[in-house]
């Protein structure tokens, strides 16, 4: 419950750190008196080896050179990222029945953003702790920078939509005029990716319940939003291609300014290092001006060579596998579908972005992933108990 809270009211404390890492890093010990209870053929056990691979790589980094600051940091986010799944997955074990007291406080947490994003007009956090981030684009409570802002409501867009599906009409109404507050709050974030995630989500969302024609006005209705928003609100600066982000001349910039300021060391350097990579956190060996390689997979490829990148796909794939075949019939179509539409945003977005190291982008997933996998196993523990 305090993950949750945390996540979407807390603020940046110093350095990156937020609150939800400090909580869940108070989660190690119990995390570690507990690990004989779960079983590791799953994803959250795939990406456990690639936590150790991290680490092995951690060191390596440091023997070549890299500030022991970067390397650590970029670790302890990893060991947090898992640290949430299992979590998750304990409180699914010994609350089977709170699920509803969990979709309240989500959906309270949703309102309190939303009510600050309008009566604050984006302009601002909530919270001063830890300094401003410099970024575009609206604010959330506790979050300033574009992408995790952006990918958070996309999240928050899902979860309304999902959470609508077998509400009344006046509900389901309610709920669908909530939906596309967010939707154009994720506009108004500047941020494309998330753009392109909530496009791709409401696709899916609807292509899976394709039955039901209240999705397929869901996603007319988007459409018409987020080609309204642009195209009339934004007119004169779309056709004068102006620095706006979502024109054709602002993706091209963006596009080129990460071939030419990063990917280009980055492809350089993974030619001489193919298998193993420089370490985690090496990017700042070739170029000193960002911690970013703004691109996920260029990063793991960077770090760990092509050993590190396939340990990560194992893991993507193994989760896949989990949300499309194995959690069928334990797992409840809605929180499945949320779990691929998060994964989808991710592994589209990890193109431009480093989302897999971003914990406010990242979190949702794992949080999901790991109460997933504690609900398959209760039901396989009252199957046979019953049996």
Not at 147 to 164: A, D, K, N, P
Not at 232 to 256: A, D, K, V
Not at 356 to 376: D, E, Q, W, Y
Request: hydrophobic share 50%; aromatic share 14%.
């Amino acid at each position: 419950m305090l993950l949750v809270i945390s996540y979407f009211l807390g603020p940046r404390l110093f350095s990156g750190v937020r609150i939800d890492d400090l909580l869940l890093l108070l989660y190690l010990l119990p995390f570690l008196l507990k690990i004989n209870l779960f079983k590791f053929n799953n994803p959250l056990g795939a990406y456990l080896i690639f936590l150790l691979m991290s680490l092995l790589l951690l060191v390596y980094g440091l023997l070549n050179g890299v500030e022991s600051e970067i390397g650590i940091i970029f670790f302890v986010k990893y060991l947090t990222y898992s640290l949430a799944g299992f979590a998750s997955y304990h409180y699914a074990r010994l609350y089977p029945c709170d699920n509803d007291v969990l979709v309240k406080l989500i959906l309270l947490m949703i309102g309190l953003n939303t009510v600050w994003l309008i009566v604050a007009e984006g302009d601002t956090t909530f919270w001063k702790v830890g300094g401003d981030v410099n970024s575009y684009g609206v604010k959330l409570i506790g979050e300033a920078a574009a992408l995790q802002v952006g990918m958070m409501l996309v999240f928050s867009s899902i979860f309304i939509l999902l959470v609508s599906k077998n509400k009344n009409f006046l509900k389901k109404s309610l709920y669908l005029l909530w939906f596309f507050i967010l939707s154009y709050f994720t506009y108004e974030s500047q941020s494309r990716v998330s753009l392109l995630g909530l496009l791709l989500s409401s696709l899916m969302i609807i292509i899976y319940f394709f039955r039901s024609y209240y999705y397929l006005n869901v996603s007319i209705l988007l459409g018409a939003l987020i080609v309204g928003g642009v195209y009339i609100e934004e007119l004169q600066e779309l056709l004068e291609f102006s620095s706006n982000r979502f024109t054709l001349s602002g993706l091209q910039s963006g596009f080129w300014v990460r071939i030419d300021y990063i990917w280009g060391d980055v492809l350089n350097s993974i030619e001489q290092h193919t298998l193993l990579g420089t370490g985690v956190g090496s990017l700042e060996l070739i170029n000193s001006d960002t911690v970013e390689v703004h691109n996920y997979y260029l990063k793991l490829l960077l770090e760990g060579g092509v050993v590190y990148l396939l340990l990560f796909v194992f893991f993507i794939i193994s989760s896949i596998l989990f949300f499309c075949v194995s959690s069928k019939g334990s797992v409840k179509p809605e929180l499945r579908v949320a779990s691929l539409c998060i994964l989808l945003c991710l592994i589209t977005s990890s193109f431009v972005q480093d989302s897999f190291a971003s914990t406010k982008v990242i979190l949702p997933f794992f949080m999901v992933l790991g109460f997933a996998l504690g609900t398959r196993d209760n039901l396989k523990n009252e199957n046979i108990n019953t049996g």
